[in-house]
């Protein structure tokens, strides 16, 4: 198992997710592009594989969903946050990438900056009556930055975090992102350095 910062690739089955679950009775196929925890909420960006029809908009919207349509296969879901959700929101994780196997089981790739967070977040997952299996675990040492590592240095630099004048804390963008600060100034140490790397190399 890898000691510093990796990524992991897990399939959840038993997911008591009931946008997915719903997603996968509708026949539908899709992925979730995004999701932004919250103590009470989560808000997830559906991409699906075609053209969404109205009236399956409307049957996303049963229960307790509020839904948007964004275009013509991207969908904005918030519900009241399943376990796993919450899991995710106390754990030292981020998600990078969430695929609908089938009803109830899905796959999530993770970055995790310890092997004790990984440990601690299993056992969590766990603890709600969820299976969980570790498919891969990856160690992020290549000079390529991940989408989500990209995602995070432009935000950054968009809300001046690099500024002089510091335009944001870590703190506020680690709210903003749905991360511990802690787990963000790894992920923004990592990022940096194969960056510098990166120029260095570059300039001889």
Request: aromatic fraction near 6%.
């Amino acid at each position: 198992m890898p000691k510093s910062p990796f990524e992991v690739t897990l399939l959840i089955e038993d997911h008591p997710c009931e946008v997915m679950k719903l997603i996968s009775t509708m026949g539908l196929k899709a992925s979730i592009e995004n999701v932004k925890l919250g103590d009470n909420v989560t808000d997830h960006i559906v991409l699906f594989d075609n053209k969404v029809k109205n009236e399956d908009v409307l049957k996303l919207k049963s229960g307790n969903s509020k839904v948007l349509r964004l275009s013509d296969n991207r969908i904005w879901v918030r519900t009241n946050g399943c376990s796993v959700c919450k899991v995710l929101y106390t754990s030292d994780v981020v998600v990078e990438k969430i695929k609908v196997v089938k009803e109830r089981t899905l796959l999530y790739t993770l970055l995790i900056p310890n092997t004790s967070s990984l440990k601690e977040f299993l056992s969590k997952l766990t603890s709600q009556g969820v299976k969980v299996t570790v498919i891969s675990t990856n160690e992020i040492t290549g000079n390529e930055l991940t989408e989500r590592q990209m995602e995070i240095l432009k935000l950054a630099y968009r809300l001046g975090y690099f500024d002089d004048d510091r335009g944001i804390t870590l703190t506020e963008l680690a709210n903003r992102l749905n991360v511990s600060a802690p787990t963000l100034e790894e992920i923004l140490r990592r990022a940096l350095r194969k960056v510098v790397k990166y120029y260095l190399d570059k300039v001889g």
